[in-house]
């Protein structure tokens, strides 16, 4: 019901920036939070920041200070703007959309997930 397209990644110096997009489309109108996880070889996948609706937002603490989230609601895209890159942030970059459906008493939550990114950081 919702889809997710990822775009932005690449190959960066140690210290530079990149900048991850996502966009949407289908039932767009269910999403409530949005963000981006990823996951480097041998590791398991693990969020890196989300907005809820609200403009709430949350990071991982590696990444608190350097990487900063932002959503257009009207153009139903999410950003990653990532500045001091570190060769650990290396790692395929995932869109994630959490859907809630139904009232609040019986709420279903769905899951969205984009085709991931590669971002690579040069040490």
């Known amino acids: 019901q919702v889809q997710l397209v990822e775009s932005g990644g690449g190959l960066v110096q140690y210290g530079g920036s990149l900048r991850l997009s996502c966009a949407a489309s289908?039932?767009?109108?269910?999403?409530?939070?949005m963000g981006w996880y990823r996951q480097a070889p041998g590791k398991e996948r693990e969020l890196v920041a989300r907005m809820t609706s609200s403009g709430d937002t949350n990071y991982v603490d590696s990444v608190k200070g350097r990487f900063t989230i932002s959503r257009d609601f009207a153009k139903n895209t999410v950003d990653l703007q990532m500045n001091s890159l570190k060769p650990e942030d290396s790692a395929v970059y995932y869109c994630?959309?959490?859907?809630?459906?139904?009232?609040?008493?019986?709420?279903?939550?769905?899951?969205?997930w984009g085709q991931g990114t590669q971002v690579t950081v040069s040490s």
């Open positions: 289908g039932r767009v109108k269910s999403i409530n939070a």
């Open positions: 994630n959309a959490q859907s809630l459906v139904g009232p609040v008493e019986r709420v279903l939550e769905y899951e969205h």
